[in-house]
């Protein structure tokens, strides 16, 4: 009967045990993850930028040629 009791013991240890480890993995895992993502959109952020600077003095250049250009006709 002790046998019996104390495997009933050990059984709910070990489930409290495995619950424990996969929290704190699944909290490892999120933050790992959580910084991988916030990399990935800051590189997106950055190509998108430099992009724009780039390109908008270009546009502005156009635009200020097609104005001229219209002004002169």
Do not use: E, R
Not at 5 to 20: A, D
Not at 21 to 29: A, D, E, M, Y
Not at 44 to 73: E, R, Y
């Amino acid at each position: 009967m002790i046998s019996l009791f104390l495997m009933i013991l050990f059984v709910i240890l070990c489930f409290k045990i495995t619950g424990v480890i996969f929290k704190v993995i699944g909290s490892l895992f999120g933050w790992i993850f959580g910084i991988i993502g916030w990399l990935v959109l800051a590189g997106l952020a950055v190509t998108v930028f430099s992009l724009a600077v780039i390109a908008v003095p270009i546009i502005l250049i156009v635009g200020i040629a097609a104005l001229i250009v219209a002004a002169a006709s």
